[in-house]
């Protein structure tokens, strides 16, 4: 069973990180085999725009985002993480989201079967980004609604979310809760 996390945060010491460390941490305790992409340590373009991707064979973008999305088609969970960036996601996890759109015009799709979402902001945004995310799991990915799982609380300096004791517990639980869902669904 194969647990994808695509984290947004710039920061690999920061929170984001530090809630899919705690949500993996907790799957791979119940046997899920885990891995982490932190968008910013690899080359993520924004999409060009141009609407012929159906054309091509491959996005004709020579970056990282092919093999990032090859490995999101075949995870069979995956996260979504992101810190909440003026009241949406960051750039790092918008490029992401858009360069789906050469999966969406091939008609493929993520065959996950569960989806996890952590959202962490300082203050404000919450609702915000949390709604961004969920319309692109909506079009992204086949999970019905109850296999779909949030975790979403705030936290702002580094080391904020560990000390945000009731949100990192979320996190794990969003953990435990995919792989749960997962050996429900096999
Ligand atoms: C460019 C930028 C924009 C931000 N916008 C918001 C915001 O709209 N609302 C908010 O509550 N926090 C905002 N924050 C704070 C981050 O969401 C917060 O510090 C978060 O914990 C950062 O996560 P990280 O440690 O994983 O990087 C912003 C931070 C930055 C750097």
Redesign the pocket.
Known sequence: MKLLAIVG???PE?????LVDEALGEAAKLGAQTEKLILSQYEVNPCLGHEDCASFDSCQQKDDAGWILDRFCEADGVILAT??????V?AQMKAFIDRNYFLYKKDRRSQARAVGIIV???????EDTLYALKQFVDWSFDVEENRRFIASG?????G??QNNLPLAEEARKLGRQIVESLKEGS
């Open positions: 945060s710039s920061r920061g929170n984001t990180n530090y810190p909440v960036y003026y009241y949406n960051t962490v902001a300082e203050k404000e945004g919450i705030y936290a702002g300096k580094l904020d979310a």
